[in-house]
């Protein structure tokens, strides 16, 4: 038997970061019930054959970040019952799944957003009842602002990716996958700061290891696939300008640094350009009938683009589209400059 | 034993008509299994507290209406299996339907399609391998000429709404709703030739008659309205210029006459302005990410304007969003005098 378990660990076997992690996975997966979605998964031939979705912007506040949010919060409470509530840095998605969290487990919420961020994300997490603090918050400053308000009020920080607590919650979307997608070869993420792809390639691959996990970002903000070339942690020399929104922080965190790159859990990580994002958003509104945002359609962009090779015969590839928040003036813009198209006989998409 | 069947009959049992025709809806529904999808029922407390829909945007083609063009086609195979192929008249969602239906079972298909028809929809049927006949066809003769063509070419007629093979197929969804929707109480249906309420009305009724089934159609072509009002079979005296295509009809069909209102199996049909399926359609975009078409958005039209009342408490109230097939042209021009109001400070949906 302690041959057999010798021969096992010599030929590879899963290595104990990983059989922990998923461990917390599955017990993010629980304690999460009730609070989020299943989301389903959803056939998309109509985008290439054997493709299929996980069609996140159908959770409450119409994205995935309610998986890490709600099981940091409910492990909060779990081991400080007395707990008085919790802060955040976001101006965008996780910001407001923090506050519904919050809202939903009845603690206290703040909110640390730049001044000058979208009025209507900000009345968003307000209308979620929880307390926005711009006041003389810049984008380099906001992390350390809210350090500060942290240790002075007590508040216990839910980050929005570098956090295990997290990552765990975002895991889950891969448990969804390995149980709903029959014959799974291919996982398609975005990558922003880490947390969802760190998450599910933990997940999918504690039980599939042969699955590949595709990392994608804009072209304008790929310090992860620079670091995942690299081997070293690569950062952004300034905020990128992607229409990515969701994906435009300037590095990935350490914990995502040590999943994606040092333990390679993540097989590739590929890039698209802004026009490809935009295609794909286009393509997702037209063919599958969902809204989805600039950042949840890059892994559709980058198959679009011919950027990931199609799955194996007989096995299937899940993209996740992360979230469905997009601005309206930009849907009408693309939508606009689409029917513009067809109607002067361009091609449906 | 006798006495009490006899007490059960007077006390309002199920009449022949339902539990046959329900019968006929079963077998649509293993016939059509693996050739459309299951769409999944999602919450959309979003909407209102306890609503759920059915997203038929998601099915292949973008509507509901594969559901009986499969029925029909299968049904027509295995009755006789020599059939050359099939014929229909549609200028919008059927004929796709039946297209494909048709390219997946190896039959010939031609849609006859007014001159003049969306070129973008006629161009979608073709692309699906069927003929398209124009020539001379308007919107008055044009279900002559289908008859005219089909008794030529021995090709056999899948209507979109008045015959029996479509109704079971589209009654597959009340079946879904029956067996997904815990604590169903109202189910809300678009109304345009009456196929699709008529299926999910006799499907609901017969397993649960106290269920309510609501239909829903535009104040600019509310005939079934008025001839569940009058009790006769009412006719619009011209085609209505409503924005909801797919519900254009002039009147219902006989079939749906006899459902919904001489058997009195929908219990209310209610109508909707042009600017309330509007701010619908955006209320679906941008609360529950999902594209929906004007037709499709009638049932969410009906419950924002207060045209509905609430569920019971504990009970469920089931939107069927027929499709998804809109005009990006009309989504822009919503979407854009959406962002214009929210960047002067109008509310968010």
Known sequence: MVIETDAAAAAGATPAFVTEHAAEIVAAASRIAGHVRRTPVLPAEEIAPGVAVKPEMLQPTGSFKVRGAFNAALSLL????DARGVITVSSGNHGQAVALAARSLGLACTVVMPEGSNPLKVAAVRALGATVVSEGVTGANR????????????????HPFDAWDTIHGQGTIGLELLDDVADLGVVVCPVGGGGLISGCAIAVKAARPDVRVIGVEPELAADAAASAQSGRHERLEAAPATIADGLRSMSIGDRGFEVIVQRRLVDEVVTVTEAEIEQAMLAVWTRLHLVVEPSGAVGVAALLAGRIPPPAAGSRLAVVLSGGNVDPALSARLLAAHAARLATGGSAL
């Open 143 to 158: 992390e350390e602002r809210a350090r500060e308000l942290q240790e002075r009020t007590g508040l216990a920080m839910i």
């Open 78 to 81: 779990a081991s400080s019952p």
